[in-house]
């Protein structure tokens, strides 16, 4: 009977791993999927387009008046991103408390994805002087894509034991910039021979920006087949509207230093996102580089991303993940600071710039991923991962809008990139103090060795 029971439980264990193993894949794919949104809409095209479609529409100052409001048209871009973050504020605790009270995660990341794939595929409409409809779509698409990432995030607690969390997050990282990589090999051929297809330039950057959005619907099908639900939270309370957000920072003032890792990481990723969205719109207009080359840096940003993704989280076994995050912040700090010297017109440094950053860029955020779902209280995945979408895109927010004040007041990108410093600097000081260890076993989970 002890051999049977022994073979029995072997079987099982094997059984789990093997469904485990298969929903991991499922989850690494829609990393795959909407990756593409925010490399080819939000990194590359859709900043310089929709800045130029601004322009067209902007008086003899330069100056577009949406609702009235005059704001110049090269920031429009940018207060469009940090207006999409804020209703993305609004919008997760609600989702994420949803999640958890009934369990069915699937139903709500199936809507957010789509919202947002339809949203973009919808700015193959953007043309003319169309800046308030690219705008329009921007704070939507953002906005779904962030509450879609919430979802999405809070499985990895749920799919992967503690000592497996920083690989599989690195890998879904992986997956995302090896998809961008290729979606972005093919937007340079139609985009640098666009009259070979019969496109004008404006098309082309069209067809680019519309065919992001059907990528991420196609392949948000794979997840949606392979994850499945767990059970709702028991006694989970219903929370109308947007007290939820109130009630979910409530709830983690029980948990101060799972909050002190959510404020570190609000810090310094805002300057991460910030730095995402308007590295094409300082290329371009500051350093005066053509779409072509923007293209190509920002590929290189996604293969480099790959190897520093894994490379990363090899590093985070040895030193920990903590020390691994607090390294990369040393790293993007030298990095921005030697962005503010690049000379104009010189893509050779500008490429050496987009390798720094591809190098420390997929490893930062997919660390600080995996080591949030470790300060996570059980049964609160959605409603805790809620709070660090906010983190993640939905506080940044902060970032463009100093970036585009910056540029409103001085009229110079340079001011504006060097500004983003200061998120770098400060995210670093806040991490350094916290205990991480201490923070795991606070939250109410197992220790890993190495943290």
Not at 127 to 147: K, P
Not at 208 to 232: E, I, K, N, Y
Not at 316 to 337: H, N, Q
Not at 400 to 406: D, I, N
């Amino acid at each position: 009977m002890g051999t049977d029971t022994v073979r029995v439980d072997a079987a099982d264990e094997a059984g789990e791993r093997a469904e485990r193993t298969r929903e991991q894949r499922g989850w690494y794919f829609y990393d795959w999927a909407c990756s593409v949104y925010s490399t080819s809409v939000l990194t590359v095209f859709l900043g310089p387009y929709l800045t130029s479609v601004a322009r067209s529409a902007a008086d003899a100052d330069g100056f577009v008046h949406p609702l009235g409001v005059p704001v110049r048209a090269g920031s429009f871009f940018a207060y469009s991103v940090s207006l999409s973050v804020i209703v993305a504020v609004l919008v997760m605790p609600v989702v994420g408390a949803a999640a958890d009270r009934s369990g069915r995660k699937k139903p709500l990341l199936a809507a957010a994805a789509y919202t947002g794939s339809a949203a973009t595929a919808g700015m193959f409409f953007l043309g003319g002087e169309r800046y308030l409809l690219g705008g329009v779509l921007l704070v939507v698409a953002n906005a779904a894509q962030s509450v879609a990432m919430m979802l999405y995030n809070s499985y990895l607690p749920q799919i992967a034991p503690p000592e497996e969390r920083d690989a599989v997050s690195s890998r879904g990282w992986a997956f995302g910039y090896a998809a961008g990589s290729l979606v972005l090999v093919v937007n340079l051929v139609l985009y640098t021979g666009h009259d070979s297809f019969g496109l004008s330039e404006s098309a082309a950057v069209r067809v680019c920006l519309a065919s992001a959005g059907l990528w991420w619907g196609a392949f948000t099908l794979v997840p949606l087949r392979r994850l499945r639900d767990r059970g709702p939270v028991a006694g989970k309370a219903s929370v109308p509207g947007f007290r939820q957000l109130a009630a979910t920072v409530r709830d983690m003032r029980r948990h101060p230093l799972t909050l002190a890792f959510l404020l570190a990481y609000l810090v310094y990723n805002d300057g991460i996102q910030t730095v995402i969205s308007q590295a094409s719109v300082y290329g371009s207009e500051e350093l005066g580089l053509g779409q072509s080359t923007l293209i190509g840096a920002v590929l290189l940003v996604q293969v480099l991303a790959v190897a520093g993704a894994l490379g990363m989280g090899r590093l985070a076994r040895t030193y920990g993940a903590k020390r691994t995050i607090l390294g990369s912040l040393i790293a993007w700090t030298v990095t921005l600071a030697a962005g503010y010297f690049l000379p104009a017109g010189a893509p050779v440094w500008f490429f050496a710039l987009a390798a720094g950053i591809g190098l420390v860029l997929g490893g930062s955020q997919a660390l600080s991923r995996s080591l949030f779902s470790h300060l996570v209280p059980p049964g609160k995945e959605a409603e805790y991962f809620s709070a660090y979408e906010v983190s993640d895109r939905g506080m940044s927010w902060l970032g463009p809008l100093l970036f585009g004040v910056t540029y409103q007041l001085t009229g110079s990108y340079r001011d504006a990139i060097i500004s983003l410093v200061a998120f770098f600097v400060i995210g670093f000081a806040l991490l350094a103090r916290v205990p991480v260890r201490r923070a795991i076993g606070d939250a109410g989970n197992p220790v890993p060795e190495r943290i």
